[in-house]
């Protein structure tokens, strides 16, 4: 079945850009009508969700986020790729990729990455 | 910005039946989904489309919706249930995902 796995660093700077990959494995990231998603959770707080794109580059943000995001696939590598630009403390988080499947008006998260701690610390 | 509202806690003895509503204005729209995440795991899902349950979820899980409230329904409450709740849904323009704040289910 589809596995995913974030990496990147765990550990970045105050004002810098937050960079992250999800590979896809057990399946192709271009098969079948899905978007690929990035979350995220704060210690102790609820999730929260980051953007999605589809196989196609089409790309949606959350609001909140949307001015400091950049979501984007290889379709080659099998991977789709996380940047949050002018990162600050607030933004220490575990970050989760996740597939979404969208069905009109209905759409959900499955599967899941084991997520990654991301701390912004100088 | 639109929210979803779930209560921060729920107690329930062994064998019981346990239930976590989550309550926003476009649920009567939008279709709701329930993840489960255990400590330091990640969320997996255990009701979709407000009532459909994943391949491989107990049947024990169920989910229902009545106007602005979908509720998660957990009969026979195992301690292996034990674990953090929360709904997900969308806004009533469709693309933007919102999770509700997340119910603590705790097995006494």
């Known amino acids: 079945q589809v596995q995913l796995q974030e990496s990147g660093p765990g550990l970045v700077k105050p004002s810098q850009t937050l960079s992250l990959t999800c590979t896809v494995s057990g399946g192709s990231i271009s098969s079948g009508n899905f978007y690929w998603s990035w979350l995220r959770q704060p210690a102790g707080k609820a999730l929260e969700w980051i953007g999605r794109?589809?196989?196609?580059?089409?790309?949606t943000y959350n609001p909140s986020l949307k001015s400091r995001v950049t979501i984007s696939v290889d379709r080659s590598k099998n991977q789709f790729s996380l940047k949050l630009t002018s990162v600050t403390a607030a933004d220490t988080a575990v970050y989760y990729c996740?597939?979404?499947?969208?069905?009109?008006?209905?759409?959900?998260?499955?599967?899941w990455g084991q997520g990654t701690l991301v701390t912004v610390s100088s | 910005s639109y929210e979803l509202t779930q209560p921060p806690s729920v107690s329930v003895s062994p064998g019981q039946t346990a239930t976590i509503t989550c309550s926003g204005e476009a649920l009567p729209k939008q279709y709701a989904n329930w993840y489960q995440q255990k400590p330091g795991q990640a969320p997996a899902l255990v009701i979709y489309k407000d009532t459909e349950r994943p391949s491989g979820i107990p049947e024990r899980f169920s989910g229902s919706s009545s106007g602005t409230t979908v509720t998660l329904t957990i009969s026979g409450v195992q301690a292996e249930d034990e674990a953090d709740y929360y709904c997900q849904s969308a806004d009533s323009s469709g693309p933007y995902q919102v999770f509700g704040g997340g119910t603590k289910l705790t097995v006494l």
């Open positions: 794109i589809n196989t196609s580059g089409r790309t």
């Open positions: 996740a597939r979404f499947s969208l069905q009109l008006v209905a759409g959900w998260f499955d599967p």
